[in-house]
């Protein structure tokens, strides 16, 4: 027998402890070749002072095995706490969130009986950077930074994903038909990868259509992969159609580690009772176990536990028409997965593991093949003009224009001035609605060159005119291709 591989636990609070020893119960049983180390994570340790859930020693375990199974954990009341799932994600560089959403009907209530499909989200990009500013008395700003990196990564992910569990499918959303610029690259990354993966289907959709497929028919779909802001939406969607947002299990990868889980909270209302139903958290170690390179024991387990449900052995939640008996207990409910390791199911779809390759990155399978994304060449970069952007309250557009018309420093020129997005000079309406945050476009004649000193005399300039100015983007080529958006809608 192969040795035990170390693994992180930490049973974290509420109904954490209860199902996370059902879990072991069942991995133990099953023969799993695991050594798990116990990290406090959750409440106490906010309350002790760690803002965000964990205690400073607790990494060194995770670096050590690069495995978390983590129970559920409740944050205290109050400000000053930080998320610890997105510290985790963060520090430890956890790109893809991998979610399933299965319907197990009917013995789970669904519309939508024939729904099997895996959301990718990107974990690290998107709105999620934490960037914001407040500008002006009536303006605040969040950045989006989507990176190629980035996208690479998880669209290759998305794909190696697909090949290593036999899907055929691999659907891409963004919303490219208005953010061009970053949407687009993630839109143009996957069509770049797609071609090398010619066994899969490839489509994209805008993601508000996709989402409303998403909603109406999730049959059609296999594998999503999405930004991580319409990834957070779409995934909490698909799960609440399966009608198990009790059974679903998450995993969240990255090139050196990887943390898995359910996707539902402590649920301290039912905590202590020993009722809660373990199987998002078992599910969530069928997963870790396909990750550290034991696909059979996760086959075994997770055929065992798809024969239970349909056995009608219930915990309370799921409790209906179909069930046995009494609503079975946690540990309950994991002994009978236990007595039926080596069934598998009758009604619903056997799972399948046994030639997948051993999870991203621990050998050879989608993170391996994820992480070595090749940089480019850095591009020839020219400087062209520079956006200014102006708090300024009661002023006109045409009053501003005229201002900063006067006040420009050749080679700049003000070339535009929009509100919210809107061009309200030249030629601007009087029904446009306008703020006090205006972003003014200076540009040099083409094929003269800008430099960063011409910025800093034009700043200068602005400035000893009293000009509020909040920031600046400079407006750059790339190879000779234009880096800004034009404006609305362009
Ligand atoms: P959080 O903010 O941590 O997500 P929440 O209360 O919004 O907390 P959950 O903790 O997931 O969400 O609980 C939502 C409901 O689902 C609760 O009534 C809870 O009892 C129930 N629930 C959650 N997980 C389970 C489980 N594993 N077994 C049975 N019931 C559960």
Redesign the pocket.
């Given at each position: 027998m192969s040795e035990l591989v170390p693994i992180t636990v930490a049973r974290g609070d509420?109904?954490g402890p209860e199902?996370m020893d059902a879990t072991l119960r069942v991995l133990q049983a099953a023969g799993a070749r695991i050594a798990p180390e116990f990290i406090d994570i959750g409440e106490q340790q906010y309350l002790a002072g760690h803002s965000s859930g964990i205690a400073p020693e607790a990494w060194d375990s995770l670096r050590r095995t690069r495995v978390l199974l983590k129970g559920?954990i409740?944050t205290p009341q109050g400000g000053g706490y930080k998320s610890l799932n997105v510290t985790i994600r963060k520090t430890l560089g956890l790109y893809a969130n991998v979610r399933p959403c299965v319907s197990y009907a009917p013995f789970v209530r669904t519309l939508h009986p024939k729904m099997n499909l895996v959301i990718i989200r990107e974990n690290e990009e998107d709105l999620y950077a934490g960037i914001e500013h407040r500008q002006t008395d009536e303006v605040y700003q969040c950045l989006k930074l989507i990176t190629r990196p980035g996208c690479e990564r998880i669209v290759r992910y998305a794909f190696e994903y697909a090949r290593a569990h036999g899907r055929r499918k691999v659907t891409c959303m963004t919303k490219d038909n208005i953010m061009k610029m970053t949407d687009g690259l993630f839109h143009r990354v996957f069509d770049e990868i797609a071609p090398q993966y010619p066994e899969i289907e490839t489509e994209h959709l805008i993601i508000d259509i996709g989402a409303a497929r998403l909603a109406t028919r999730p049959e059609r779909f296999d594998v999503i992969v999405t930004p991580n802001l319409y990834g957070d939406i779409l995934s909490d969607i698909a799960a609440e159609l399966t009608g198990s947002v009790?059974l679903a299990p998450s995993a969240n990868i990255g090139d050196h580690v990887a943390m898995f889980e359910?996707i539902?909270?402590?649920?301290p209302?039912?905590a202590g009772k020993g009722?809660?139903?373990?199987s998002?958290l078992l599910l969530a170690a069928v997963m870790m176990l396909v990750h550290i390179g034991q696909p059979a024991v996760a086959e075994t387990i997770h055929n065992a536990w798809l024969r239970t449900i349909e056995d009608g052995v219930h915990?309370?939640?799921l409790h209906g028409t179909l069930s046995i008996g009494r609503p079975f207990g946690s540990m309950d409910f994991a002994d009978a997965v236990i007595e039926r390791l080596g069934q598998r199911p009758e009604q619903l779809a056997p799972v399948q593991y046994g030639t997948t390759p051993s999870a991203p990155g621990r050998a050879a399978g989608p993170r391996s093949a994820a992480a070595n994304v090749p940089r480019r060449a850095p591009a020839a970069k020219a400087l062209v003009g520079v956006d200014v952007f102006v708090h300024a309250a009661g002023v006109s557009a045409d009053f501003l224009a005229g201002q900063l018309v006067a006040l420009a420093v050749p080679p700049l020129g003000l070339q535009m001035i929009t509100n919210r997005g809107v061009k309200v000079w030249p030629g601007g309406f009087p029904e446009t609605f306008c703020t006090d945050h205006w972003r003014c476009r200076f540009v040099a004649a083409e094929a003269t060159p800008v430099t960063h000193a011409d910025i800093i005399a034009l700043l200068q300039a602005l400035v000893a005119r009293g000009i509020d100015v909040i920031k600046t983007e400079n407006l750059c080529t790339f190879d000779g291709e234009r880096g800004f958006a034009l404006g609305q809608g362009q």
């Open positions: 509420g109904i199902i559920p409740t009790g359910a539902h909270g402590s649920a209302d039912i009722i809660a139903n373990p998002g915990t309370a939640e």
